[in-house]
């Protein structure tokens, strides 16, 4: 074990000894001190928890790698010393906090209000756990300059996170996400200010959630359809997270009468009782809705991430057996719905525009194109999209966009992920779908015999600790150093890496400039055949992550097993290759 990493691990930890911090605190610590088995102590205490761009995100627990009341404090600190910094000119600076069903997750919120408020700073402050897009549009509706929400989405129950949020709704972006970052990193334990004025704190509850639902309902663009399918039988569950009452409503408020429960996960919990990890995207979250399903004989199955920012779609192949439609195809399915409904309507002006993340299927690429739709690429994440819509407002529209995490935002009244919102036009897609005898699936294989074929895959690797992040550095390194040749049989053609902003042809040896306002740790390899893989360490979790995309041509409905399998195999083959 390296002596220098161990001897400051040690001194670090024992300042949190000290009286600055609570005696529940440093008992934790001692114990760690005391263990023999040093893995938690220097876990706890290599690094300090980072305020990236996306704020904090980590497991609980005592330590400066922790997600703890001190981490946040200091988070929270930070972005105080920020926000009075930056609006100075004010009379009023105003922030809105939220937070879900996780463990600690209202005791961070509490402790983060007080702390806003010892700086002069106005707080609302949801009165229980609330969905992430309500946060997203408490902050527009509400005037603030700022807002916050505890969560950690979809990590198991042993993480929590802070997101921060400017005053445009959206997660913070540059120049204010790195100068953020500095401000907080400059705040030690003992400069936070955590005695503050509950009367500057006011709660937001039923009244405003009426205003949030309203706005829900507003993405509905085809009423009639709703009305004729009203008895849609709905399976929703919200897995155990923030989801439970609100999405259901405004299923309701919609038009939407038969919404499905599922009692097990109606139960809020942050240890999510029912599932190992409360993602969506995997599918033992999902089988407990399946079979309420199977047993009710549903129409359609929605779910949403803990934050109720994630959406869910489970629907019934032509066999009779259910399944999880991808990200990307989730994506696929409400870009198609709203340009082909925009259309038939007549709503089209000229100024549309969609917006998908550099990972997601190139096939939105393809069905805004053929529509004469604008579209813009960014990168991951939903404060992108929100800040594609900020630089071309109120000269464009926007209309949608998405990313293959299960990602979408139909309206721009909320400026992140919306899961609410998705659920109320998923069940109209579904509606509509039925109007004409189809299912899901079956709009699905329409969409790839129109515009082709394409399946997407995403396998991630996990490396915990210090040790995993020098890891994952180097797998990177390696990547930029040394690219495959060929992958799927097909020769490598592009390579773009957003870290230098520069796209190389490695066939004709020309570059070309990546439009992008900032770089980022991304590689994508293009092949020949079409093939496009994009690799990229996670932002928020302790992974590295790979998306693959290959493209095949459907010619007729009958050859969709035989093209989904040809694809399929394509994607293990080159899976194979990347991740050896």
């Known amino acids: 074990m390296d002596k220098a990493l161990m001897d400051n691990v040690k001194a670090r930890a024992k300042y949190w000894l000290s009286d600055v911090f609570d005696e529940e605190t440093r008992s934790e610590v001692q114990q760690m001190l005391d263990d023999n088995n040093s893995s938690n102590l220097i876990n706890s205490f290599y690094k300090d928890l980072e305020f990236g761009t996306g704020g904090l995100r980590g497991i609980m627990g005592a330590g400066t790698n922790r997600?703890?009341?001190?981490?946040?404090?200091?988070?929270?600190?930070?972005?105080?010393?920020?926000?009075?910094?930056?609006?100075?000119?004010?009379?009023?600076?105003?922030?809105?906090?939220?937070?879900?069903?996780?463990?600690?997750?209202?005791?961070?919120?509490?402790?983060?209000?007080?702390?806003?408020?010892?700086?002069?700073?106005?707080?609302?402050?949801?009165?229980?756990?609330?969905?992430?897009?309500?946060?997203?549009?408490?902050?527009?509706?509400?005037?603030?300059?700022?807002?916050?929400?505890?969560?950690?989405?979809?990590?198991?129950?042993?993480?929590?996170?802070?997101?921060?949020?400017?005053?445009?709704?959206?997660?913070?972006?540059?120049?204010?996400?790195?100068?953020?970052?500095?401000?907080?990193?400059?705040?030690?334990?003992?400069?936070?200010?955590?005695?503050?004025?509950?009367?500057?704190?006011?709660?937001?509850?039923?009244?405003?959630?009426?205003?949030?639902?309203?706005?829900?309902?507003?993405?509905?663009?085809?009423?009639?359809?709703?009305?004729?399918?009203?008895?849609?039988?709905?399976?929703?569950?919200?897995?155990?997270?923030?989801?439970?009452?609100?999405?259901?409503?405004?299923?309701?408020?919609?038009?939407?009468?038969?919404?499905?429960?599922?009692?097990?996960?109606?139960?809020?919990?942050?240890?999510?009782?029912?599932?190992?990890?409360?993602?969506?995207?995997?599918?033992?979250?999902?089988?407990?809705?399946?079979?309420?399903?199977?047993?009710?004989?549903?129409?359609?199955?929605m779910a949403n991430d803990p934050d109720a920012d994630r959406i869910g779609v489970c629907t019934k192949n032509d066999k009779g057996e259910w399944f999880i439609v991808n990200g990307n195809q989730t994506a696929l399915l409400f870009l198609y719905y709203i340009i082909t409904q925009y259309k038939a309507m007549g709503k089209i002006r000229g100024n549309e525009f969609v917006v998908k993340t550099i990972v997601t299927s190139e096939l939105i690429a393809e069905i805004a194109r053929k529509n004469n739709i604008e579209y813009f690429d960014c990168y991951t994440g939903f404060k992108f999209i929100a800040e594609v819509i900020r630089d071309n407002e109120p000269e464009k529209k926007y209309i949608g966009g998405g990313e293959e995490s299960f990602g979408f935002m139909p309206a721009d009244f909320v400026r992140d992920k919306d899961a609410v919102s998705s659920c109320v036009l998923m069940a109209e897609i579904a509606a509509w779908a039925k109007d004409q005898g189809k299912s899901l699936y079956d709009l699905l294989k329409a969409i790839y015999l129109e515009y082709g074929f394409s399946k997407e895959k995403m396998k991630y690797i996990v490396r915990e600790g210090q040790q995993g992040a020098v890891e994952i550095q180097t797998m990177m390194k390696n990547f930029r150093s040394n690219p495959p040749e060929s992958l799927g049989g097909s020769k490598l053609e592009v390579v773009k890496d957003y870290s230098t902003l520069i796209a190389k042809n490695r066939i004709t040896g020309e570059e070309d400039k990546i439009n992008q306002k900032v770089s980022s740790n991304v590689l994508q390899f293009f092949t020949q055949d079409g093939t496009k893989i994009s690799v990229r360490p996670s932002g928020t979790e302790p992974k590295i992550k790979f998306y693959i995309e290959v493209k095949d041509q459907l010619k007729t409905i009958d050859e969709f097993d035989e093209v989904n399998k040809r694809t399929e195999d394509k994607v293990n083959t080159i899976m194979d290759e990347l991740v050896k």
């Open 67 to 301: 997600m703890n009341i001190y981490t946040v404090g200091a988070a929270t600190q930070g972005l105080c010393n920020y926000l009075n910094n930056e609006f100075s000119s004010l009379d009023e600076i105003k922030v809105a906090i939220g937070h879900d069903c996780r463990n600690n997750s209202r005791k961070f919120a509490e402790a983060s209000a007080q702390i806003f408020t010892a700086n002069g700073i106005k707080v609302f402050l949801f009165e229980d756990l609330r969905p992430t897009p309500e946060l997203s549009f408490a902050i527009r509706e509400l005037g603030c300059q700022s807002g916050i929400i505890l969560t950690a989405s979809h990590n198991p129950k042993e993480y929590n996170g802070y997101k921060a949020y400017w005053n445009d709704g959206s997660q913070i972006v540059a120049p204010h996400d790195k100068l953020i970052v500095e401000e907080v990193k400059k705040v030690t334990v003992d400069a936070i200010k955590w005695d503050g004025n509950s009367n500057d704190i006011t709660t937001l509850g039923e009244d405003f959630d009426r205003r949030f639902i309203e706005k829900t309902t507003s993405v509905v663009i085809n009423p009639d359809v709703i009305k004729r399918h009203s008895d849609l039988k709905i399976v929703f569950t919200p897995i155990h997270g923030t989801g439970v009452k609100i999405v259901p409503t405004a299923l309701d408020a919609a038009g939407f009468k038969n919404v499905i429960h599922v009692p097990e996960q109606d139960v809020v919990s942050g240890d999510f009782p029912t599932v190992v990890s409360p993602n969506p995207e995997e599918p033992a979250a999902m089988e407990m809705a399946m079979d309420k399903a199977r047993q009710t004989d549903a129409d359609i199955v």
